[in-house]
């Protein structure tokens, strides 16, 4: 298992994550997400976004990006995918200008 956290994380199809650790299975699969609260061990720290999609779809965020807001949600998460690829973005900024 491994833990992800970044400022701004998405999770196809339409999860917009801030401040988040994301927990990822030895299969590639998420099986948690949770608010950052302080560290945890076994997390990798990124600045910027992650990415998560599933293995044969291509993303291209830049368009919602600049019209989506990045939420807290409220409900429990569900992820329906079998296995994630991650992408990292560090500068943010230049991706979607």
């Known amino acids: 298992m491994k833990r992800y956290y970044s400022h701004y994380t998405f999770i196809y199809p339409n ?19 949770f608010p950052f609260r302080s560290e945890v061990e076994k997390t990798e720290f990124y600045s910027g976004l992650l990415l998560f999609y599933p293995v044969g779809v291509e993303v291209n965020l830049q368009d919602r990006l600049k019209s989506d807001l990045f939420i807290s949600p409220n409900k429990s998460l569900v992820f329906s995918y079998e296995k994630y690829n991650i992408t990292h973005i560090e500068d943010l900024t230049s991706y979607i200008y």
């Open 15 to 33: 999860i917009y994550l801030k401040n988040y650790i994301i927990e990822v299975n030895d299969k590639g699969q998420i099986t948690n997400a």
